[in-house]
């Protein structure tokens, strides 16, 4: 969706021509009704995409969610005040405040979330996402649960266990 929403804009911003300034509109002259130049509307050329981030490529491409610790907030089947990471390298950290860290694994393609928690994965739509909630609908076996995900700045980020 992000993509869809980023090249309607990039379409949008290059059929924009700022207004020539007075000067401008002095010194060009419009053409005549037999050029071709009239019967033709003229496009300007898309901008050229700005060049990648230098450094790691999955760095680049890692989702605005990922290399953060987000503090569950509501949920319909969770423990508000359980934390959940996303690290880099694709491990699922989730911890609650009464119990011990459950590790899974989490992927990101084509804008589509899957989430695999003991051993069963399974596909997570992102509801909501900004710098202050990330909303998640996870299509467990068990049903669906809505969680509401705030970030936790004083929670470290986790580090992935020991393979």
């Known amino acids: 969706m992000r993509k869809l929403i980023l090249v309607a804009s990039m379409v949008v911003l290059s ?35 700005a060049p990648a981030p230098a450094g790691d490529a999955a760095e680049a ?21 359980s934390t959940y990471a996303f690290l880099a390298d694709g491990t699922l950290v ?37 710098a202050g909630s990330f909303q998640i609908r996870s299509h467990n076996p068990g049903g669906v649960v809505d969680i509401t995900l705030v970030p936790a ?3 470290p980020l986790p580090n992935a266990p020991a393979k």
Not at 37 to 48: K, L, N, Q, V, Y
Not at 73 to 78: E, L
């Open 61 to 81: 491409a890692k989702p605005e969610f990922a290399g953060k610790v987000w503090r569950v907030q509501s949920s319909t089947a969770g423990e508000p005040g």
């Open 153 to 155: 700045p004083d929670a």
């Open 15 to 49: 059929a924009c021509k700022p207004a020539p300034s007075t000067t401008e509109l002095a010194t060009e002259s419009a053409p005549s009704a037999t050029s071709p130049a009239a019967a033709e509307p003229t496009a300007s050329p898309a901008p050229a995409p």
């Open 94 to 130: 989730i911890d609650s405040p009464h119990g011990t860290p459950m590790y899974g694994k989490w992927s990101y393609d084509d804008g589509k979330l899957v989430m695999t928690e003991e051993g069963v994965a399974y596909p997570t739509d992102i509801v909501a996402l900004d």
